[in-house]
């Protein structure tokens, strides 16, 4: 006897629907599962077995054919068992056929019939409302999903829950759609602080300009001198998460695994700060099954490569386009997958392999040679797309053991929110678009300087020999600066200001 019912496979971070048909029929008893499955789904046979059997189900041995549909479409990860194990029944008459056409069903099975936490839960909620389906999935999931709305969802404990719903002797638990409040939700509740970080006024102020413009920030400094601290207290003087920001986040933390137990707590403003050891792939994304790289993983929030030059040069080479375009493809032969890479990059590293080529008190160990292949490892135009490149020193005594108050996070992030709020008005009312995502065109409507800043900004063109990202760089910089101190116009100050931040173009590695 042949059924079908449906289950959904995450590729990338889209859910697509999958028809599982189930075929019990006289032969030789073995399960054969087709449609391009991997290893994991291959082995749903022995769970599914297992799982029958411990729920009270006794089958004649028959050959089973279970076909994952479309079948030119790699499937992967446990989630179709509760499927097939459903599928299987159907056909030997245990469930009603009529019933699965429904719904769509998601689950791994432990050997007890009991349903475990799966990934993706929140697109496939998404896809069973675009296909007008119900969905039946893991208890563990149900916070999940309620974040999507405008469809039916139930949630159970083991599979033979499931067989009594369909057959209607017992009912479901239904989700309940989440209605969160996401400004109060998402506000920074970090353990850490601006307040925190003494001295290092220069990169504190470069650190509130990228917050407030979105732009890129090179910390340059010795060993111990604040790099890491600043770069870690970026998200608390960020905005709070939009609802447009939120689901972007949820739904690739969903595929990603990372929303453990239902936990939407962990749904936040992200800070990533990948080993440099990491692979091309796992920076960017990519492998046999594309999966999100940490590129992806830092979507919205702040991506942190702490000791910049030691990362391998292929994978500071892939990050080129997606600092410029706030996405990444990903080609393969079949398909191709577009990962979202919107991203605050915050690079810190030495000035030199030992780290004390400008400390006034250490003497540098280092050779010229070795000085100038450490430099080299960043090409040029990967530190074009650096917006600000701050030179850090070393933290003197005085500032550490300074009983003045240091501005806190709160402080910061108050200019800030104002400085967004403006450039909300300027690109009309989207909150997502800063200056340093402005294009040509709008470069030229909101970023006119005086006279004064006109010649500023040429003379720096031919002493610091620019490229035309540079120079556009400077426009959005001071944009941001002027932004933040609430004037309309751009000045000759914050060309000023917006031109220091570049010189390391010329001083470091020309």
Known sequence: MLSSTYSASCVGIDAYLIEIEVDVANGLPQV????????AVRESKERVRSALKNSGFSLSPK???????????????????????LGILASSGFVKP???????????????????????????????????????????????????????????RTLKEVILFLNGESNLK????????????????????FSEVKGQFHAKRAAEIAASGGHNLLLIGPPGGGKTMIARRIPTILPNLSQAEYFDIAKIYSVSGLISNGNLGAIKRPFRSPHHTISAIGLVGGG?????????????????????PEFRRDAIEALRAPIEEGWILISRAKMNFVFPAQFLTVCAMNPCPCGYLTSPKRACRCTMSQIQKYHQKISGPILDRLDLHVEMPAIEYKDLASPIPQESSS????????????????FQNDLEKTNALMTAKEIRKYCAANSAGKLLLERAMKELDLSARGYHKILKISRTIADLAES???????????????????????
């Open 32 to 39: 054969a599962i087709v449609g391009l499955p991997d290893q």
């Open 63 to 85: 050959k089973v054919t279970v076909n994952l549909a479309p079948a030119d479409l790699k499937k992967e990860g446990p989630a179709f068992d509760l499927a097939i194990a």
């Open 98 to 156: 009529d019933e699965l056409e429904k719904f769509l069903f998601l689950g791994e099975l432990a050997l007890d019939g009991s349903l475990r936490e799966i990934k993706g839960a929140l697109p496939t909620a998404n896809l069973a409302r675009r296909k007008n389906l119900s969905l039946i999935l893991p208890e563990p999931n149900a916070q999940e999903a309620s974040l999507i709305e405008g469809v039916s969802m139930f949630t159970a």
């Open 174 to 193: 239904k989700i309940v759609h989440a209605d969160l409040d996401h400004q109060s939700d998402m506000s920074p509740k970090e353990d850490c602080d």
């Open 288 to 308: 046999s099954f594309p999966r999100p790289g940490e590129i992806t993983l830092a979507h919205r929030g702040v991506l942190f490569l702490d000791e910049f």
């Open 411 to 426: 402080q910061i992030r108050e200019r800030v929110l104002k400085a967004r709020k403006i450039q909300a008005g300027r």
């Open 488 to 510: 309309e116009s751009i000045r000759e100050e914050h060309i000023a200001e917006a031109i220091q931040y570049r010189t390391l173009d010329r001083n470091w590695f020309g």
